[in-house]
């Protein structure tokens, strides 16, 4: 489950996914990648280690320089992951719902310790 939550923290923020289609058949910087998203080197770096974690990137040193690439294995694990976890949840909204229990216990809110009107929300 942490793998599949740092892959969606990882494609949840457009600036990602902006630096991975920068990433996309090259190898770049992080002054190249700040260039590319006028971000300052805290944000590009905070980003990069986002995608590290979600083992989409990988980072190589080139003397002092750090050059960062796609990382094919990484980017191949997403389809079965997101696969698999966007089919349970498809399978689930096709089989018989069950009823919440405030359906079944109008009181339900009040027994949980909560207000009715957080029950009765609309978010």
Known sequence: MEKLVNLYKALGDAHRLNILQML??????????MQGLSLSQPAVSHHLKILRQADLIEN???GKLVLYTLKTCGLQQIYPLVDQHLGELL????????????????NYCDLMGQ???VCEEDY
């Open 24 to 33: 996309s058949g090259q190898e770049l910087s992080v002054c190249e990648i």
């Open 91 to 106: 399978q689930a909204t096709t089989s018989d719902i069950k009823p919440s229990a405030l359906r079944e216990t109008p």
């Open 115 to 117: 207000k009715k009107s």
């Open 60 to 62: 190589t040193k080139h």
